[in-house]
DNA sequence: ATAATAAAGGAATAAATATGCAATCATGAA
DNA sequence: TTCATGATTGCATATTTATTCCTTTATTAT
């Protein structure tokens, strides 16, 4: 089905942005987007996406999408499959945020060529990065939220 | 408590060898080793060692522990807080902070280990690190306070 | 030791999440 | 097309998990 693919789509883009701390608020942040849908179908996409309802650094709960286990929709059929079983010429593992800065991992050796291609592409959304060996470190432009700092990246990194 | 500690070392241990996928099928297992309490509190305890509730491949639910929390040998007493092996090859030397970030110098060249045991630690204050030769910039999780980083690294930085 | 304060735990319940069932919709074969 | 099959979903509900309120137990300061 395509509704439900794009649907998975924005839970993941949604949880990668925002803290969700329940069900009914990312339901919330969908219907926001145009989704209409109940608990009920939540609860199995997340299933399906292996969500996890985890415990943060200041006690308070929020949803996680597993890095082990990213899915990336299909166009045609309606299969997903997890990424760590493509071959994968980024190494992009997972991104957070915390205020203006992204953290992204890789596989390990594979931060610095990543982060040339992200500088490469002179963003307006991204004034810059520094790599490690499996870490880069990503400073937003001031005013910049994350998703579109994750919309422009997505044109590098497919499967983000 | 002494109690309260040594059952959730229990915790620990049952959940890094058996495949739990409910409280009360945890509850039934900590019942067999003669811990006597409530799913009220069995919920308070999962909390405090941040378990989350996951999807395994199977479909099935398991409970698991953060990489941070997961069992290891050694010890016993005070909090659950887990300790690292090595004595004092860190390298440490001073650590500042600047809103989100901070800044750890190291004796030069132990700045890729050092910061290579701080991911590994997983901790949910703790997003990302990078590092030179004698220098790691570590990015905190937002809403975290510095107190609590500092705690985090002393599990692996004990002269901190 | 005693009072004050904090931590821990149970009972009941609220809140959150998963699921059985039936209806709907798409897809493909005959 | 028509039938069979499988996927998707909502509704209602079962199940599971978190939390509120209150009592008990430990810890600290006086």
Redesign the interface.
């Known amino acids: 089905m395509k509704i439900k693919n794009s649907r998975l789509e924005a839970i993941r883009l949604i949880l990668s942005t925002k803290?969700i701390g329940s069900q009914e608020e990312l339901l919330n942040e969908l219907a926001r987007e145009g989704f209409k849908l109940t608990q009920a179908t939540l609860s199995r996409d997340l299933?399906q996406l292996?969500?996890?309802?985890?415990?943060?650094?200041?006690?308070s709960y929020s949803y996680v999408l597993?890095r082990s286990e990213r899915y990336r929709h299909g166009g045609t059929d309606g299969d997903v499959l997890p990424v760590s079983q493509e071959i994968d010429t980024t190494g992009y593992r997972s991104i957070?945020?915390?205020?203006n800065?992204a953290?992204i991992?890789t596989t390990p050796s594979y931060a610095g060529t990543l982060a040339y291609k992200i500088d490469n592409c002179d963003f307006p959304e991204i004034i810059g990065t520094?790599?490690?060996?499996?870490?880069?470190?990503l400073v937003m432009a001031e005013g910049v939220n994350r998703t579109a700092v994750l919309r422009a990246l997505k044109t590098i990194i497919p499967g983000i």
């Open positions: 803290g299933h292996r969500v996890v309802k985890s415990v943060g650094a200041n006690g597993p957070r945020f915390s205020e800065i953290v991992h520094i790599a490690g060996d499996d870490t880069i470190m």
